[in-house]
């Protein structure tokens, strides 16, 4: 589905753009790539779903559940880290 997304984008900024438009994307898309805080924000979402995944799969009970109140705890706990940090 990505892929035919990009593929749609791509066409699209091509054709009405040019070729230009789209090599910088390209670039710019590689320079967020490439940058410290998206490799930050891609280790927290990595993590957090790993922290989610683990809560999920301990105890009894139903899974929608139990996926609401990881998530929702997982949340919280982000948003107090990135409070702390902020301060």
């Known amino acids: 589905m990505g892929a035919l997304a990009g593929f749609i ?17 390209r670039r710019a898309w590689d320079d967020i790539r490439e ?3 998206f490799r930050d924000l ?3 979402a990595t993590g957090m779903a790993e922290q989610v995944v683990n809560r999920v ?14 998530v929702a705890g997982e ?5 107090r880290r990135r409070l702390r940090t902020v301060n």
């Open 9 to 25: 984008v791509g066409y699209v900024l091509g054709t009405k753009a040019g070729p230009e438009a789209l090599e910088r994307l």
């Open 35 to 37: 940058s410290d805080d």
């Open 42 to 44: 891609v280790s927290s």
């Open 57 to 70: 799969s301990e105890g009894d009970g139903n899974i929608a559940d139990r996926v609401r109140s990881a």
């Open 75 to 79: 949340t919280r706990e982000a948003m």
